[in-house]
């Protein structure tokens, strides 16, 4: 297996960085996880986008020209036999002496990328749900921003795991769920709307949200983006979450709540089937 680091490819056991590079010191960094399905990249452009977005957002620059980089990634990809699966990018601020203000133009951004092989025709998550349990959303005001940064998503994922769930639904201040720790929260209403959180500064603007919302247009389903509470979750009809590597994955239990009849409800299968189809 390989691995991509600043300009080479490497097996991945020889993959390193230095240890001043910024994103180990200050979690300086960006990252995108894109999904590889028949050894393509499933929106390419819009993951592309939005890792230059993250990067304007944080006055990185991107580490070669678009082009290159898919360049790259298609090797990565065909190196590594993938068909199925992820790759993992991330870009920090570079190598230099620990100071927390930003280092010259002339340090060049730090770029890696991984891939990992997934089954998602196998996926159990898929055919029986999974649970989920609250937790307070305690991040900064630019969830917007795809960033390493991320342990306070890591201390709320751990606390899921540790719950036996496979996911946090992140709640505010005013009960509102804002999005998991590392996917975008939905429910289904009893009228078959389904409802998100519209995409401020509070969450990351998912890729996989994004197109479920298209392919919702485009199939007639009804949505809205709007805020929902805890309360409002634990009496919706379906429930789900969305991500590069969980698609459309039912959520079939909130906290102590079942949703539903405990079982994936009939939106969601559907979602997901027209998701996959997309993917594919
Ligand atoms: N996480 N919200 C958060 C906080 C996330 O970390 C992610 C993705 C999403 C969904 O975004 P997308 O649909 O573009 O994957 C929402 C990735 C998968 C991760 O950190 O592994």
Redesign the pocket.
């Known amino acids: 297996r390989y691995c991509y680091v600043n300009g080479r490819f490497l097996p991945h056991r020889d993959g390193a960085v230095h240890i001043e590079d910024r994103g180990y010191q200050f979690a300086d960094g960006v990252?995108?996880?894109v999904?590889i399905a028949n050894g393509t990249m499933v929106?390419e452009d819009?993951?592309l986008d939005?890792l230059e977005r993250s990067l304007k957002e944080l006055r990185m620059r991107m580490p070669m020209a678009r082009g290159a980089m898919k360049l790259k990634v298609r090797e990565l990809v065909r190196r590594n036999g993938l068909k199925d699966g992820?790759v993992?990018m991330q870009v920090t601020r570079g190598v230099a002496p620990r100071n927390h203000a930003f280092p010259s133009d002339k340090v060049p951004p730090a770029i890696v990328m991984t891939t990992k092989k997934m089954d998602f025709a196998k996926m159990k998550k898929f055919t029986d749900g999974v649970t989920v349990v609250s937790a307070p959303d305690i991040r900064w005001g630019r969830?917007d921003i795809?960033t390493v940064s991320?342990l306070p998503?890591c201390l709320a994922k751990q606390a899921a795991t540790e719950a036996g769930a496979y996911e946090a639904w992140l709640v505010d201040e005013k009960g509102n769920v804002t999005?998991?720790?590392?996917?975008?929260a939905w429910i289904i209403t009893k009228d078959g709307v389904l409802v998100t959180k519209p995409a401020t500064n509070e969450?990351?603007?998912?890729?996989?949200?994004?197109?479920i919302l298209d392919l919702a247009k485009q199939d007639g389903v009804p949505f809205e983006e709007r805020e929902f509470t805890l309360e409002e979750a634990y009496e919706a009809k379906e429930a789900f979450v969305?991500?590069?590597?969980?698609f459309v994955t039912p959520v079939v239990k909130i906290d102590d709540h079942v949703i539903g009849n405990g079982h994936p409800g009939s939106l969601c299968e559907k979602l997901l089937g027209t998701y996959q189809d997309y993917a594919a």
């Open positions: 990252y995108e996880v999904t929106d819009p993951h939005r992820l993992y969830c795809k991320l998503n999005e998991g720790s590392s996917s975008n969450i990351l603007n998912g890729i996989t949200r994004q197109t969305s991500s590069a590597t969980s």
